[in-house]
């Protein structure tokens, strides 16, 4: 685990977060939050995915009004997911005549750049920042180029254009987003906001402009920092960019808290964000979700796809296990399997696994070598090698987890 630059913690609703703390999933939904119906079953949705967090629009009177009920169900239903109230423009009045909504959601998210100009911004956010003193609750001052405070950047452009060297526009946004970031953060605390209970974004949708934002805001601070690269895109592009953005962040040990931003897609589930999250974490070694696969992508020395399907097989039962495994086999998540298909790297790899296959490629004898913790175990061959594994596995995971099990 890389250590975080971020020595703060605060608690979201039961939910640790900062200092030494596991970094924490969040996502968003995208119903109408007046669509009580359709708001609850997709934040149940992003629930069972793995979202520890989970952020609903309040951008009206029906959102505010149907925040309560939403929350109750849920409660009553037994998800305990702590609710963000993301607001914009006119937050400070939701927030303020709607009661039960700012008493009952877990964090307020308050975007800095649309708060109002002038004296009505430092009026709009000092009242919503009442609210959540009034109310203990923690906010996230969250800045995005898309609507950063054009007040602070025409400012800030301005002194810059006066100097004998001028920093480049893209300098001048990222100067403007740190600035806007850590000054409305201060502007919270001397209203008596505590530290630890702010955490902070400087979202952007540039992947190397979103990392030096990051970089210049965690040397000047210690806050706790929620990452994401807004406005990701959709398919293979958001995903690969979200997740090149975030890695290097991580692993610089910058942030407490990310989101992957993904476009919708039809037939795709909104889970596909909280997908991308849980994979990442667990690529990089920061927290466990599900058994890893580890699986070949085959080349001209496997002529047979039959590891693609035992590869697609494994992971399949993973899927439809995982929550019962949780219960039953504690630990089940760190477990590592191997499905290989030739030679040159199957062995390798499959002792390396806590259990193993390599499959026969081109010219290969026609059998199936099984490693369990490093060692040879059996070698299977025939017309039911993926029945033989999925018995193998199972025997495996009752035996080495279900000691853990106290009756």
């Known amino acids: 685990m890389i250590k975080q630059r971020q020595t703060l913690s605060a608690n979201i609703g039961g939910v640790l977060m900062g200092s030494d703390h596991p970094i924490v999933i969040q996502s968003m939904t995208n119903t109408p939050t007046r669509n009580i119906a359709d708001t609850i079953a997709q934040i149940k949705e992003l629930a069972d995915a793995g979202s520890e967090l989970v952020r609903i629009t309040v951008n009206d009177m029906e959102a505010a009004d149907a925040v309560p009920e939403i929350i109750k169900t849920l409660r009553k239903d037994g998800y305990k997911t702590p609710i963000i109230g993301d607001f914009h423009y006119n937050g400070h009045i939701l927030l303020t005549k709607q009661k039960e909504c700012a008493r009952l959601l877990d964090k307020y998210r308050i975007n800095p750049g649309n708060v109002g100009k002038g004296e009505k911004h430092d009026d709009n956010f000092a009242q919503m920042i009442q609210v959540a003193i009034d109310n203990n609750k923690p906010v996230r001052i969250g800045v995005n180029w898309g609507s950063l405070d054009q007040d602070l950047f025409t400012q800030m452009m301005a002194e810059n254009a006066a100097l004998s060297k001028p920093k480049s526009f893209k300098e001048v946004v990222i100067n403007a987003m740190v600035e806007s970031a850590i000054s409305n953060t201060e502007m919270a605390i001397k209203l008596g906001q505590p530290k ?4 902070v974004s400087v979202k952007m949708s540039e992947i190397q402009d979103m990392l030096k934002a990051y970089q210049t805001l965690a040397a000047k601070t210690d806050y706790i920092l929620h990452l994401g690269l807004t406005e990701a895109g959709a398919n293979v592009k958001g995903i690969a960019s979200s997740a090149a953005a975030l890695a290097i962040l991580l692993q610089q040990g910058i942030g407490n808290t990310i989101r992957v931003s993904l476009t919708p897609e039809p037939g795709v589930p909104r889970s596909r964000e909280v997908e991308v999250c849980t994979n990442l974490l667990q690529t990089m070694d920061f927290r466990y979700f599900r058994p890893t696969v580890t699986s070949c992508p085959g080349c001209g020395r496997t002529d047979s796809d039959y590891f693609v399907h035992l590869a697609k097989d494994v992971n399949d039962h993973i899927d439809e296990m995982i929550q019962k495994w949780r219960v039953t086999y504690p630990g089940i998540e760190q477990l590592k399997i191997a499905v290989m298909g030739c030679v040159v ?4 790899e499959s002792k390396y696994a806590n259990i193993g296959i390599s499959l026969p490629g081109i010219r290969e004898t026609p059998t199936a070598p099984v490693y369990i913790d490093g060692k040879l175990h059996c070698t299977l061959k025939g ?4 029945e ?20």
């Open 383 to 386: 017309d039911h090698i993926t």
């Open 345 to 348: 790297n199957g062995p390798g």
């Open 196 to 199: 630890d209970k702010i955490i």
């Open 388 to 407: 033989e594994f999925m018995a193998l596995l199972e025997n495996y995971i009752k035996t080495r987890y279900g000691k853990a099990v106290t009756v």
